[in-house]
Nanobody, 118 residues
Framework: QVQLVESGGGLVQAGGSLGLSCAAS????????MGWYRQAPGKQRELVAD???????NYADSVKGRFTISRDYAKNTVDLYMSSLKPDDTAVYYC????????????WGQGTQVTVSS
C-alpha cells in the first residue's frame, strides 16, 4: 500500500513557474514508476511526466522543455517543476505510483489544482 499526498498547486500567471511535490508513505526506492498526470475540465486524464527508479524520464510533448520531473530519495517525494506556464496547463494534477512489490499495483494521490491565468 502506498499513500500519496500532493502539494504545491495554486494560481499563477501565464509565463510563470510553479513546483508540485508528491510525498509517498514509503520509500520511493521500492516504487518502480512515479509520475504526474493531469485532468482538465471536460477532458480525459493525461500523462504529464513520469520517471522510473532507474532515472528514465518520459514527458508529454506539450510540456517538453518546460516541465522537469525529479525524485528526492531523502524526502521520498516526486517533484514536478513547471515553467513557462500556459493557460492550457490549467488542470487538476495527480501523482501516480506504480509499485511492483509486494504486487503490481497503481496508487493515486487526491490531486492538486493548478490554474494559469492569461
Amino acid at each position: 500500500q502506498v499513500q500519496l499526498v500532493e502539494s504545491g498547486g495554486g494560481l499563477v500567471q501565464a509565463g510563470g513557474s510553479l513546483g508540485l511535490s508528491c510525498a509517498a508513505s514509503r520509500s520511493i526506492s521500492s516504487i518502480a514508476i512515479m509520475g504526474w498526470y493531469r485532468q482538465a475540465p471536460g477532458k480525459q486524464r493525461e500523462l504529464v511526466a513520469d520517471m522510473t527508479g532507474g532515472g528514465r524520464t518520459n514527458y508529454a510533448d506539450s510540456v517538453k522543455g518546460r516541465f522537469t520531473i525529479s525524485r528526492d530519495y531523502a524526502k521520498n517525494t516526486v517533484d514536478l517543476y513547471m515553467s513557462s506556464l500556459k493557460p492550457d496547463d490549467t488542470a487538476v494534477y495527480y501523482c501516480k505510483a506504480v509499485a511492483t512489490r509486494p504486487r503490481v499495483a497503481d496508487y493515486w494521490g487526491q490531486g492538486t489544482q493548478v490554474t494559469v491565468s492569461s
